[in-house]
């Protein structure tokens, strides 16, 4: 079953409708969309609290890791490059960061706000290998700009 993000993207819509606190934005995000697929082991936010590192922010699931380098790992490639990633085998990723030992594949997207500015990266892993596609990249952007375009 393919995960129907527009209904997603409705519900995500009036939940946070009015709401301009990031943080906030981001524990809701996080809960809905870590619940609306079986494929989402873990769901979550690093935010961007200083030049070049992001910190681990609202999540869903195991821990994460709590502060990732720009210079390392897939999180840390979504945010330098301001790039997508999509990884269909985290141990070929050079520079994989383990967090967790039953990642298998992992999709993370960058979070921009209304000016442009980067605030955090979405971070999705899953225990299945090559478990995301542009599907999955085209329905969770829209969410994401939807949501944090209006901060």
Same mark, same amino acid.
């Given at each position: 079953?393919?995960?129907?993000? *527009?209904?997603?993207?409705?519900? %995500?819509? @009036?939940?946070?409708?009015?709401?301009?606190?990031?943080?906030? +934005?981001?524990?809701?995000? *996080?809960?809905?969309? =870590?619940?609306?697929?079986?494929?989402?082991?873990?769901? $979550?936010?690093?935010?961007?609290?200083?030049?070049? #590192?992001?910190?681990?922010? /609202?999540?869903?699931?195991? =821990?994460?890791?709590? #502060?990732? /380098?720009?210079?390392?790992?897939?999180?840390?490639?979504?945010?330098?490059?301001?790039?997508?990633? %999509?990884? &269909?085998?985290?141990? @070929?990723? /050079?520079? =994989?960061?383990?967090?967790?030992?039953?990642?298998?594949?992992?999709?993370? +997207? /960058?979070?921009?706000?209304?000016?442009?500015?980067? %605030?955090?990266?979405? &971070?999705? !892993?899953? &225990?299945?290998?090559?478990?995301?596609?542009?599907? !999955?990249? !085209? $329905? +969770?952007?829209? %969410?994401?700009? &939807? #949501?944090?375009?209006? +901060?």
């Amino acid at each position: 079953m393919t995960l129907d993000y *527009a209904d997603l993207r409705r519900r %995500i819509a @009036a939940l946070t409708e009015g709401e301009t606190d990031a943080v906030a +934005l981001m524990a809701t995000l *996080a809960c809905e969309i =870590h619940h609306a697929d079986a494929r989402f082991d873990w769901t $979550g936010f690093y935010r961007v609290v200083a030049p070049e #590192t992001l910190k681990i922010g /609202p999540y869903q699931g195991g =821990h994460g890791c709590l #502060t990732i /380098p720009f210079a390392r790992g897939v999180c840390g490639a979504a945010a330098r490059r301001g790039e997508v990633q %999509i990884v &269909d085998d985290v141990e @070929a990723f /050079p520079g =994989h960061i383990a967090c967790s030992s039953s990642t298998r594949s992992e999709i993370v +997207l /960058p979070v921009r706000d209304g000016a442009g500015r980067l %605030i955090a990266v979405l &971070d999705i !892993d899953s &225990d299945r290998p090559a478990a995301f596609g542009r599907a !999955d990249a !085209d $329905g +969770l952007g829209a %969410i994401l700009a &939807d #949501t944090f375009g209006r +901060l």
